[in-house]
């Protein structure tokens, strides 16, 4: 059995599928930017709150034109500032003793807590949006 179809015109299929590839590329940038606010917001409330510093300079940025995050902290935002506890500069990039941890201190990997909680929510959400429901 063979089925043969012409097809004369494919500019409205042609605009249907743009259109709606846009309509998907738009819902993909709205949920993304929700999952960034909603994973920021989970780390500032899983990070260590002794001083509320670390707290306090958790940034969260847009990568690859909106379509990805990325959550944590810049060095330039500790090193040279004053500790609010102790009194003294910071010398170090001290996220990393905090989420990684001394031989003294087990740490507190409150970043790859937050990625695993919201990784089904994100992944729930991007299939939704990709499929137009």
């Not at 846009?22 to 929700?34: D, F, G, P, S």
């Amino acid at each position: 059995m063979r089925i043969t179809m012409q097809v004369r015109e494919v500019e409205g299929l042609r605009a249907k599928a743009q259109a709606r590839t846009k309509r998907q590329k738009q819902r993909v940038l709205e949920v993304t930017e929700q999952n960034k606010r909603q994973e920021f917001d989970r780390v500032v409330d899983l990070a260590n709150k002794d001083t509320t510093y670390m707290a306090s300079q958790t940034q969260s940025e847009s990568t690859y034109q909106g379509y990805g995050y990325r959550t944590g902290y810049h060095a330039r935002d500790f090193i040279g500032h004053v500790n609010p506890v102790t009194g003294k500069v910071i010398d170090s990039f001290y996220p990393v003793y905090v989420i990684h941890g001394t031989r003294f201190y087990a740490g507190n990997d409150f970043l790859s807590a937050a990625r695993r909680e919201m990784r089904p929510i994100v992944r729930k959400r991007l299939a939704n949006a990709l499929s137009g429901r």
